[in-house]
């Protein structure tokens, strides 16, 4: 009787434990999504003043995107000026590119968009960024045959895991189909970036077990995901606080050309690339085990 008890609290208190972890890394994944969201927010409201100081006394000049992707990220050079869901955002008249990248860390398949840009102060210039419409197709279980259905022709374009870019986004239906398992068809969608996970049904139980032997699954470690993503979070803080204040030191230098300025600037924007360096770091940590996953 006294065994039987022993073995029930134990096992009472091994839930428990799991239960608390799985709270504890909820909780910390909301603060890292919070804190990235309130970090971007910073950079978006002090963009438009950061433009016009960069500027100069000549003024800023104005850019309208033109833009499939409207939730994007505009930088002029290396400077964050606004979203590119704006009418218009205003630039450094010195500026010579323009830059868009995609806001979403899950959305890291989007390669950048940069186009020349030649404007002088009170300018107002348009210009056109369209990205390729991206499709990120995935089956439980991997290795489906996926087709483009057109009519009553169909069109192989690979094996899951797989991405496919377009010029122009799908109309027609997708094909997710593999031997011993009911064929799936899915809508593509006309965002930039699409995502589907097709869980395929198998036909019977026993065309499931040979693969269920021979690919069991991979524990999945979150806690890497967590750190990764942590790092790369407080690193580009970092990275922009260094940056602001060796910013701030070349202006007092240009004021005062007060030479013992410059180490001090050195050293800040030493710290700001070494923060650069591991914020970049995180982020592959994190989108390697995206792909390996």
Same mark, same amino acid.
């Given at each position: 009787?006294?065994?039987?008890?022993?073995?029930?609290?134990?096992?009472?208190?091994?839930?428990?434990?799991?239960?608390?972890?799985?709270?504890?890394?909820?909780?910390?994944?909301? %603060?890292?999504? #919070?804190?990235?969201?309130?970090?971007?927010?910073?950079?978006?409201?002090?963009?438009?003043?950061?433009?016009?100081?960069?500027?100069? /006394?000549?003024?800023? #000049?104005?850019?309208?995107?033109?833009?499939?992707?409207?939730?994007?990220?505009?930088?002029?050079?290396?400077?964050?000026?606004?979203?590119?869901?704006?009418?218009?955002?205003?630039?450094?008249?010195?500026?010579?590119?323009?830059?868009?990248? #995609?806001?979403?860390?899950?959305?890291?398949?989007?390669?950048?968009?940069?186009?020349?840009?030649?404007?002088?102060?009170?300018?107002?210039?348009?210009?056109?960024?369209?990205?390729?419409?991206?499709?990120?197709?995935?089956?439980?279980?991997?290795?489906?045959?996926?087709?483009?259905?057109?009519?009553?022709?169909?069109?192989?374009? /690979?094996?899951?895991?797989?991405?496919?870019?377009?010029?122009?986004?799908?109309?027609?239906?997708?094909?997710?189909?593999?031997?011993?398992?009911?064929?799936?068809?899915?809508?593509? /969608?006309?965002?930039?970036?699409?995502?589907?996970?097709?869980?395929?049904?198998?036909?019977?139980?026993?065309?499931?077990?040979?693969?269920?032997?021979?690919?069991?699954?991979?524990?999945?470690?979150?806690?890497?995901?967590?750190?990764?993503?942590?790092?790369?979070?407080?690193?580009?803080?970092?990275?922009?606080?260094?940056?602001?204040?060796?910013?701030?030191?070349?202006?007092?230098?240009?004021?005062?050309?007060?030479?013992?300025?410059?180490?001090? %600037?050195?050293?800040?924007?030493?710290?700001?690339?070494?923060?650069? /360096?591991?914020?970049?770091?995180?982020?592959?940590?994190?989108?390697?085990?995206?792909?390996?996953?």
């Amino acid at each position: 009787m006294c065994m039987r008890t022993n073995r029930t609290r134990g096992t009472m208190r091994r839930k428990a434990s799991k239960s608390g972890r799985a709270w504890r890394a909820g909780r910390l994944l909301h %603060i890292h999504r #919070a804190l990235l969201g309130a970090l971007l927010c910073t950079a978006l409201a002090h963009a438009p003043a950061r433009a016009q100081e960069a500027g100069g /006394g000549d003024g800023p #000049a104005y850019v309208h995107i033109d833009t499939n992707f409207p939730e994007a990220l505009v930088f002029a050079d290396s400077l964050l000026v606004g979203g590119a869901s704006s009418m218009l955002l205003a630039v450094p008249s010195a500026s010579r590119s323009i830059r868009l990248t #995609a806001p979403n860390p899950d959305a890291w398949s989007i390669a950048p968009i940069t186009r020349p840009l030649d404007v002088v102060a009170g300018d107002t210039a348009r210009v056109v960024m369209r990205f390729p419409y991206h499709y990120r197709i995935e089956s439980e279980p991997f290795g489906a045959d996926v087709l483009i259905e057109h009519l009553e022709e169909s069109h192989y374009i /690979g094996v899951t895991p797989l991405l496919h870019r377009s010029v122009d986004p799908l109309e027609e239906s997708i094909l997710v189909r593999r031997v011993g398992y009911i064929s799936q068809r899915i809508q593509p /969608g006309k965002a930039v970036w699409n995502r589907h996970v097709v869980h395929l049904e198998p036909i019977n139980e026993q065309d499931t077990a040979p693969q269920l032997y021979l690919n069991p699954p991979r524990a999945h470690r979150a806690w890497i995901d967590y750190a990764a993503l942590g790092t790369a979070l407080v690193s580009g803080a970092l990275a922009v606080h260094y940056k602001f204040k060796a910013d701030d030191l070349a202006d007092e230098y240009e004021r005062t050309r007060n030479e013992a300025l410059t180490p001090r %600037i050195e050293t800040q924007d030493f710290r700001a690339a070494v923060a650069f /360096g591991v914020m970049q770091g995180g982020v592959a940590v994190f989108a390697l085990r995206l792909v390996l996953r």
